[in-house]
């Protein structure tokens, strides 16, 4: 039995998505990945690397999960931050020196990754913990403000052109500053409370505003990307109208706060009735699973191919997006970028709809079961890809943004519901770290390919739908593999 989340809770569910908005700066680099490549002189395939580096710290985020087992969330978030600052920081410095080699690229990027896994781990625990009874909501709202990292970073890049001498250095200046900034602003927010009587119809309504808000975020964001496509909304204007949604949710918990104090005086003196809910996911029955005994479950790594096979895809798709682009002779690599943020924003955000209302109704969505159905159409999006016109670019652009978004989001309640929540920040951080491995395997055999291609003209890049077309089928190939992986998953999970 649970009560209700209070003021406090919310507080800290709006500290978490702010946390999350910008804890996607790994997301901004295909804008910028072209112009690297050139600065640095590397080749294709190093620059791939480099995409990976971002997920290598993945291996390593299991860390994070066993740190806030011991240490105190904000400082654990904290950490990432600084990892990021260090990481990001350190290339604007030194990006324009020859003495910053390849290797310590790579180095820096790693361990500007890891960070994103530490401020992860703690906007999951929050969300679970804080919103027990509604933790799938909580944790599907929450992520999916990840979608807008893209979108928030070219926004304010775009909106301050003169922060650094370059596209580059801008961009990696932004990286390495927002989230030291914002998560010192959040950090007395991001702290676990005991569940409190607060009433269950100002809870729903909360949820509703907050589903309200969301909603205009993402549709904002979505406006934003296609205004700027047909140059008749400014860069200021989209930051302007962003930054005023993002700040509004912190009124949902001032709004509780005073009908709280408002409720109290008229009910001085009477009982207080503590109303209590069966939190149908904690009772249900779930297997704890947890260290290398997570190793040995044929589902885990079920799980853990058919995301590789799908979701990290996608994650390998929206890496190569700049150089995509530019294959196919498209100008303005950041509109397809914030389009795919946008997209993605939005498939984050459908699973906690689909929870919210499925919870109301007593029943139970099975996320092994959501991720086979959002794997079949980012299937047809990469066959989509072989043809060379611009509108399937950006259709399945929106498409795999979409899917793998509410991938991402699903995936966090998936561990909980085949491994259990007593291990879930360890056993979450050993999942994702299919996404370094996926993302080594797919991206350098991309990179590979597309330098084939490029050699057979005899330059250093690649123009025209044949860089890419056979990686397209290959990509499409793998998702189909992934999704009967995963429908095999929902067969053996299903009870």
Known sequence: MSSWPSSAHWLGLVGTIWLQTINGPNSDFPVYS??????????????????????????????????????????????????????????????????????????????????????????????????????????????????????????????????ADSKAKTYLLLNAVVPVIVTVFVAPALRLFDLKSDSMSSTDTAFLVMFAITLATGACAVVGSIGSTASWLSSRQQMVSLSVLLAVPILIPVALKMNKIGEAKREKDDAVVVIEVTDLETTAAEEEVGGLQLLKKPDFWLYFLSYMFSGTLGLVFLNNLGQIAESRGLGRTSTLVSLSSSFGFFGRLLPSFMDYYSAKSGHSISRTGSMASLMAPMACAFFMLLNQGSVFLYASTAIIGTCTGAMTSVAVSATIELFGAKNFAVNHNVLVSNIPVGSLCFGYFSALLYQREASKRGAATCSGASCYQATFAIWGASCVVGTLLCVVLYVRSRS
């Open 34 to 163: 072209s112009q690297l490549k050139e600065l640095k002189g590397i080749s294709q395939v190093q620059l791939n690397f480099l995409a990976f580096a971002s997920d290598a710290g993945k291996l390593f985020g299991w860390f994070s999960g066993v740190a806030a087992l011991y240490v105190p969330l904000p400082l654990v978030a904290f950490v990432g931050a600084c990892f990021g600052l260090v990481g990001y920081g350190v290339q604007y410095l030194l990006v324009d020196s020859p003495g910053l080699k390849f290797w310590h690229l790579f180095l820096l990027t790693a361990l500007a990754g890891n960070g994103i896994c530490w401020i992860n781990t703690v906007c999951f625990l929050l969300s679970v913990k804080n919103f027990a009874s509604r933790s799938r909501v909580a944790v599907s709202l929450a992520t999916s403000y990840l979608g807008l990292s893209a979108k928030v970073y070219t926004s304010l890049a775009e909106t301050m052109p003169r922060l």
